[in-house]
């Protein structure tokens, strides 16, 4: 057996709406086509993208909505400024970094379920207003 790529992460949500807007406008993905499955949910595309990234299974009671031993997903991102200019304005809190070494920008935060997501931004790309380069 050869694994050849990720093929997707799935989350858990008591609140579909919600978790898609949250998805929609913090990293700009759309829901697409999904099988006709017999429990609510979506298939979430990156813009351009052919194949689901991130599965949503809705209809869960928040009780069961919690941290497994998964503790992130990342997805490659292009504007920091912007992301964390929107995050401020809707008041999520998140965590910024340098990756030691490389310079690769960190973008930490949580989704309505408490998902922790990652957003990995180029070591070039300027330092948000309020932080500092390093």
Sequence with gaps: ??????????????????????????LEFSAGPRPPFTFPGAWLYAAGGSDPILHVIAGRDRKELVKGVLDHMAFTAQGLAGSVAKLKERGIGYELRKLPGYGTWQLFFNDPNGAKVELDFDAAEPAPAGHAGQ
Excluded: K
């Design 1 to 26: 057996m050869a694994v050849s790529g990720m093929n997707h992460f799935t989350i858990l949500t008591d609140d579909l709406d919600a978790t898609l807007a949250f998805y929609r406008d913090h």
